[in-house]
């Protein structure tokens, strides 16, 4: 099994986090120093109730992951020794702040750093900040994200995300304040100019996405001023994987927006398996590495070539406003199954040729011993 | 021994979850045997899609895949 080596590069001088020295350093790192991330889609309560929620969090809902599946997952997730970092996401995680400090607390003794995504209604003032940012830095917090836009702002003040944003740049947590806009005109520079320049901080805009509450919106290319064909889309982790988990378990390949609302997607639910073989069946998936390493035009060619009936249905990416919408139209759908049919075939088809090939590279032996390992 | 390996081969074809492991164990028992997972010949010939270290050419396509994608991590 493949062992991740983001563990040695913590180091643990005197007087300072363990975790020190690992942080991202750049917004789009995805594929630097993050590896693999777990993310706990811990619940989907939520003090706010935004315009265009993707997945229709308020105050109402009550759904919440276990704690002791949490602690399970972290576990699983040590011993499986793949992931760089867990990520908390909801809904807002941080309604419960002291499960959240127990789960980083076993985070912590296995030496996984964590990211936080939240709308900040805790930071009423610094100090309410501070009391819930330090013990979390103190157990590996190493980024914190910050919902800040007009819709979030109905909800919490500006003033919130302010003072998480400068307590979490004062206590040396690098911090994303995260808007999302409708108009490529909106930023969220222009919208929290006070919190442009600050050290730690990075502003970034994102744009509405139709999902969720936001399902119906006219969202179109033109809205955001793109022009996106098949050859600029893929899976946007293109080579790692982001496993979320949700509060009920589902596993799902990436942290899209549009994740829960593609069931063609869904890898397994950890309540009925480990997390070992939900790494195994994502990793493994020969769909899932050529939507991220090849993209969508490859994956087109492949159906074009194999199913031209099943091609011929396929959504075009012009109706489309990125790879997630795209994926969604797809895996969403009933051409869902037809088209994993189509992959199991041409993947069946790759892995037989290859053993061949591995013969040669290896011997028959090698081939044969690892062939009765992996049955 | 050739019916023990042609035995093998189509348990793993007709096996999702044996050829998942297949597809995420390749890399470790090419590198177990000494091979370089670096090279780019190499990783063609299995034609497995396993290429991990083109990394800056995955990069380099990031900005436009996910420009109107709210993540949520």
């Known amino acids: 099994m493949k062992q991740h080596d983001a563990n040695n590069k913590f180091t643990q001088p005197n007087n300072h986090s363990p975790l020190e020295g690992w942080v991202p350093t750049e917004v789009h790192d995805w594929e630097g120093k993050e590896s693999n991330v777990l993310v706990l889609n811990y619940t989907m309560s939520c003090p706010l109730q935004c315009d265009f929620c993707c997945y229709g969090c308020h105050p109402k809902r009550k759904e919440k992951m276990p704690l002791e599946l949490a602690l399970n997952l972290i576990k699983q997730a040590a011993e499986l020794g793949v992931f760089s970092s867990v990520g908390f996401t909801g809904g807002e995680p941080l309604l419960y702040p002291k499960e959240i400090e127990i789960i980083s607390k076993e985070l912590f003794v296995h030496k996984i750093p964590f990211t936080i995504a939240t709308a900040a209604h805790w930071a009423k003032t610094k100090a309410h900040a501070s009391r819930i940012l330090t013990p979390l830095k103190s157990n590996g917090l190493y980024r914190i994200n910050i919902s800040c836009d007009p819709s979030h702002q109905k909800f919490i003040p500006k003033e919130s995300v302010v003072n998480a944003a400068i307590v979490a740049s004062n206590l040396g947590i690098p911090t994303y304040v995260v808007g999302t806009f409708d108009s490529s005109s909106q930023t969220v520079d222009s919208f929290a100019p006070e919190l442009k320049g600050v050290r730690n901080i990075s502003l970034i805009s994102k744009y509405t996405a139709a999902v969720g509450r936001a399902k119906n919106m006219d969202i179109t290319q033109s809205n955001y001023g793109l022009s996106l064909g098949l050859e600029e889309l893929s899976c946007y982790r293109r080579i790692h994987h982001d496993v979320v988990v949700w509060w009920d378990g589902t596993v799902y390949p990436c942290c899209s927006t549009f994740n829960r609302d593609t069931s063609g997607i869904v890898v397994g639910n950890v309540n009925s398996e480990s997390l070992r073989n939900i790494w195994y069946k994502l990793d493994g998936s020969m769909l899932i590495r050529i939507m991220k390493r090849k993209g969508f035009y490859e994956l087109y060619e492949i159906i074009k070539n194999h199913d031209p009936e099943l091609y011929m249905k396929l959504p075009k990416a012009e109706e489309c406003v990125g790879p997630c919408s795209l994926c969604n139209k797809i895996f969403g759908s009933e051409l869902s199954i037809s088209l994993k049919q189509c992959l199991e075939k041409y993947e069946q088809t790759k892995v037989d040729k290859s053993i061949d090939v591995l013969c040669n590279l290896v011997g028959r032996k090698e081939v044969m011993r690892f062939l009765e390992e992996i049955m | ?73």
């Open chain 2, 1 to 73: 021994m050739a019916n023990d390996l042609n035995n093998l081969r189509s348990r793993l074809v007709a096996s999702p979850v044996a050829r998942a492991r297949f597809l995420a164990d390749t890399l470790d028992l090419l590198s177990r045997n000494g091979l370089d997972v670096e090279d780019p010949d190499v990783l063609k010939s299995l034609d497995l899609d396993l290429d991990l270290n083109d990394g800056k050419k995955f990069v380099d396509g990031l900005s436009a895949s996910t420009v109107v994608i709210t993540i949520t991590k």
